[in-house]
């Protein structure tokens, strides 16, 4: 019988609920798994004693990152972990998007401003300020040129708290068409869900937000399939993923762009799509045995 941690977090005021997680530990029981749902900072947990411990819902990660790192180093060599720990490293730092780029892969256009460097705000577009480590939209804030001033505020408080900050252009086709949000499970397209803008003008950086207005599943088109398997074959040993998510937006061309890449902790909405489920617990099974 497999032993797995499915790994969440503690809940607390700006921790989200994993509606998924009952679900998988549920179903994981009944393929005849010994599962059961972990906070990855229990320190009484024993990593070495579960066949694979799956990350699924650490949403506190972005404000203690290095802690979280440090935890996955620890958990990777007393277990399996999915995804790697070497991958969660790289994924849970946005200037990840800057290496997508360099690999030819169609991203939304991003600058960075580490603690100590100062921006130059856009003088003629709407953009987006936001953390490099970051989830579910938390210190992310919509900006027109006129509100230069409180960006800054933004900005200063951000790098007070020792945060690197990413500025991009506000993609206004999300009005519009929303951000498409593709998951692969197991090496396969899992699923692919679609939500409405989440960053409302005027909306203090600090307030918190609903993360996946409007969900509503989705079919991709091949266009948005060919971008998200080129956004996953450059990720360094992809080959090593148990789960993905591809956020996509369409830039001005029309075409699809990567928004972000989701290989920490991605919600699974499996609420809104029960039916995979069943594969969803196959590919963890199946990761199980292989370690």
Not at 63 to 88: G, I, S
Not at 107 to 129: I, K, Q, S
Not at 266 to 276: C, D, E, I, K, Q
């Amino acid at each position: 019988m497999p032993r797995i941690a499915l790994v969440t977090c503690r809940p607390g005021p700006e921790v989200s609920v994993d509606r998924d997680l009952p679900v998988l530990v549920r179903a994981l029981r009944e393929a005849g798994a010994e599962a059961d749902a972990v906070y990855w900072d229990d320190e009484s947990v024993d990593w070495g004693g579960h066949d694979l411990a799956v990350i699924r819902s650490t949403w506190d990660y972005s404000w203690r990152a290095a802690e979280f790192l440090a935890w996955a180093e620890r958990c990777a060599k007393a277990t399996r972990l999915a995804n790697p720990a070497h991958v969660v490293r790289w994924n849970a730092d946005k200037r990840y998007l800057g290496d997508l780029a360099e690999a030819g892969v169609p991203v939304v256009p991003t600058r960075y401003f580490a603690p100590g460097e100062t921006p130059d705000l856009p003088p003629d577009h709407e953009y987006v300020v936001k953390p490099t480590s970051g989830a579910g939209a938390r210190f992310a804030a919509r900006y027109a040129p006129d509100e230069h001033d409180t960006a800054v505020r933004q900005l200063a408080r951000m790098h007070a708290e020792g945060f690197t900050a990413m500025l991009q252009p506000y993609v206004k086709s999300i009005d519009v068409s929303g951000e498409r949000a593709l998951q692969f499970y197991g090496g396969r397209l899992l699923h692919a869900s679609r939500k409405g803008a989440v960053l409302s003008p005027g909306t203090p950086y600090d307030e918190r937000k609903v993360a996946h207005p409007g969900l509503e599943p989705w079919t991709p088109t091949p266009a948005e399939l060919a971008v998200a398997e080129r956004a996953l074959a450059a990720v360094p040993e992809a080959g090593e993923l148990l789960y993905a998510r591809v956020d996509l937006v369409d830039g001005e061309d029309g075409q699809p762009r990567v928004m972000e890449l989701e290989l920490v902790e991605p919600n699974l909405f499996l609420s809104l799509h029960t039916a995979s489920v069943p594969r969803v617990v196959e590919a963890i099974l199946g990761a199980a045995a292989s370690g």
